[in-house]
């Protein structure tokens, strides 16, 4: 029997989305269920919108970006070559008070460049770096700390999964998204060295004795092939040679190659493994987007996009006012949601409000992709956060304070991105002045 009235369909949905989300159903499910249940109960919407919907919204070439990304991250880790950017950036800045942590935001920066996601930086660098930090005398907090924290970056500097979904989603240029990432992504990297800087000096911790420069000329030698993988992802993509996904094919191919023939250190019995590892982790994101495509279905038939943006145009109609609008929805979103169906629910909101605005799609995106990345290290969603304390076996709640010190930083890079971005894209101009 359906129930009457639209507004008791909406009053109920958003009863069962809080009830589902408070008993622990995986934010994917919650949203598909919700979805059904919201559809099902309206009058002439045939149940068969939802499936059609959750088909449609995987139907795009540039979704199959996401899967190649995450297959080429896992190449790279079953071949160790984290493990060669772990040791490289070790003879980059070990010499320097506190070198450990600062080596573990420059290997985090050079992953970021390989994998297109957090997650999986900091399971890579943390099992690596977060031991050897704790036997350097750092502390467990602060170790985990250095580790989730700068893992953030893994979806700021490109490759990006997330900035490929909002690409998606918003019709802006991946492409554009990218090369936009770089500066504010070093901008966190090295305002996070700072912090650590002045925290070594406090706790007087170790530094590690200088490499000689025939060592560290042989040791980037062996790092120059992973290093240049977000070169030729982006070169291509900027030199207008390959689309993102097509980016996403070279970038396995070159992972794959490194792994099994340059390094010699990938079997062939682990390709399986890999594959259904793969499988497995992008099965979850795209599941994430299918069922929030459904659930859009049901926010568009309330005309969800048009009140709020309506409501903006009428209560914020200032950019300075929407954009902190936005950084507080996003920040908030991000501490029980992953950064997919975030976008996936909230960026049809608020973009058509920062179109009229005079914002454009790559500034909003940026903004917005910042926001989700610090929600990866804020509980009690912050699966970043999570994976460093179980790796540390730390409870979440004095993580959470050790990190509260990096997320100052990423914050002011938020706000610089937010208020001053024709700082942060004047080197993305004059690459790619059409862009921006």
Request: net charge neutral; glycine share 8%.
């Amino acid at each position: 029997m359906a129930i009457r009235g639209e507004g008791m369909v909406g009053i109920m949905s958003i009863i069962i989305f809080l009830l589902l989300l408070i008993i622990g159903v995986p934010i994917s499910f919650v949203i598909g269920i919700v979805a059904y249940f919201g559809i099902v109960m309206l009058p002439d919407v045939p149940e068969i919108t939802v499936v059609q919907k959750m088909f449609s919204g995987l139907d795009s070439f540039i979704l199959l970006a996401v899967p190649l990304f995450i297959l080429a991250a896992n190449l790279m880790n079953h071949g160790k070559i984290s493990d060669k950017l772990i040791n490289f950036s070790i003879a980059m800045v070990g010499h320097i008070r506190g070198g450990l942590a600062h080596a573990n935001v420059v290997v985090s920066m050079f992953f970021a460049g390989i994998s297109g996601s957090s997650q999986a930086d900091t399971a890579g660098v943390g099992k690596v770096l977060i031991p050897s930090m704790v036997k350097e005398s750092y502390g467990k907090e602060t170790a985990l700390a250095v580790t989730a924290a700068s893992s953030t970056i893994g979806i700021i500097i490109p490759p990006s999964i997330p900035m490929v979904i909002y690409g998606s989603l918003a019709g802006a240029s991946v492409g554009a998204l990218f090369l936009a990432g770089f500066v504010p992504g070093i901008l966190i990297g090295l305002g996070m060295m700072v912090l650590i800087y002045i925290f070594s000096l406090k706790h007087n911790y170790h530094k590690h004795e200088r490499v000689t420069f025939v060592d560290f000329i042989k040791k980037f030698i062996t790092t120059i092939p992973p290093i240049l993988t977000p070169a030729i992802i982006i070169g291509g993509i900027v030199g207008g040679i390959v689309t993102p996904t097509e980016a996403a094919v070279l970038a396995c191919i070159y992972a794959f190659i490194l792994s099994k023939f340059v390094y010699r250190t990938l079997k062939w019995g682990e390709i399986p493994d890999i594959l259904i590892d793969t499988l497995k982790l992008s099965s979850i994101s795209l599941f994430a987007l299918a069922t929030a495509s459904a659930l859009g279905e049901l926010l568009s038939y309330y005309n969800v996009s048009q009140n709020v943006a309506q409501f903006f145009a009428n209560n914020l109609p200032y950019t300075p006012v929407f954009m902190l609008a936005v950084i507080a929805l996003f920040l908030f979103l991000g501490t029980f949601m992953d950064a997919i169906p975030a976008m996936i629910l909230f960026v049809p909101v608020v973009l058509p409000a920062a179109k009229q605005l005079g914002i454009s799609e790559i500034h909003l995106g940026l903004v917005i992709v910042v926001c989700l990345a610090m929600g990866l290290i804020t509980p009690p969603y912050g699966l970043c956060l999570l994976l460093a304390s179980s790796i540390a076996e730390v409870p979440v709640v004095r993580s959470f304070v050790a990190v509260l010190p990096y997320l100052g930083v990423i914050l002011l890079v938020l706000l610089l991105i937010a208020y001053f971005p024709h700082l942060i894209f004047a080197v993305p101009k004059m690459i790619k002045p059409g862009w921006f």
